[in-house]
């Protein structure tokens, strides 16, 4: 079946650490996002990439990188510069700007 | 600035009451407009996309509606099981980003 997978499912990351949150998708979409999610505040952009080797940044960029070597992957990693980086962190492709998104179950991150 | 207001923020109704959350939007260039369902701690899920005023879209319990200021979620005879968040995100012209609403929590009593 195709899907996107997100990993891991929760994730705990101590002060001052860089950890990377895993996106494959098996959709064969040209575009991925990743968003995160607090309550109350809906889904907030960081970054998004409508293209192999090509990405662009979201609403809430600062203290977050990405890549995009191989269509099928967009990892994102959450650096030691992201100050509130407590949140739940989703993944989504589409097969251009104006269909429909697919979403993966997500991440919880957690700074202990 | 493009944005997109939903309404109520929480709603609770009882088994079988018909109800309709709202998705307002104000955006330049309008391409499509979508309806989402998540669950807890889960992705959100896709439920309706509406490109153009008038349009409607029905899925078992679930009607979208379209006009060229909002949409309306038209939940019949709710269930238990409707119990969720439910998302609306526009796209618009010139972009791949998407603009979504903080969401309507729907809480159906047995």
């Known amino acids: 079946d195709g899907g996107i997978t997100q990993s891991p499912k929760y994730l705990f990351r101590k002060e001052g650490q860089n950890v990377t949150l895993s996106c494959e998708q098996n959709l064969n979409h040209d575009a991925m996002y990743w968003y995160r999610q607090d309550p109350g505040q809906g889904l907030r952009l960081i970054y998004y990439?409508?293209?192999?080797?090509?990405?662009q940044k979201g609403d809430i960029a600062e203290g977050y990188s990405v890549s995009r070597e191989k269509k099928e992957s967009f990892p994102l990693t959450v650096t030691s510069a992201q100050k509130n980086p407590t949140a739940f962190y989703l993944c989504a492709s589409t097969q251009s700007g104006n269909t429909e998104a697919f979403f993966g179950q997500g991440t919880r991150l957690t700074v202990v | 600035e493009d944005q997109v207001t939903q309404s109520p923020e929480a709603l609770r109704l009882q088994e079988g009451e018909s109800s309709s959350l709202n998705c307002s939007y104000t955006v330049s260039g309008l391409r499509g407009l979508f309806w989402y369902r998540q669950d807890p701690g889960k992705g959100p899920e896709f439920l309706f996309t509406l490109y153009s005023a008038g349009e409607e879209k029905e899925k078992e319990r679930l009607k979208a509606t379209l006009t060229k200021k909002e949409s309306f979620l038209h939940i019949t005879a709710p269930k238990p099981e409707d119990s969720a968040t439910y998302l609306c995100?526009?796209?618009?012209?010139?972009?791949?980003?998407?603009?979504f609403g903080t969401g309507t929590r729907l809480k159906v009593l047995a």
């Open positions: 990439s409508q293209i192999v080797n090509d990405f």
């Open positions: 995100a526009v796209s618009t012209s010139g972009t791949y980003k998407y603009i």
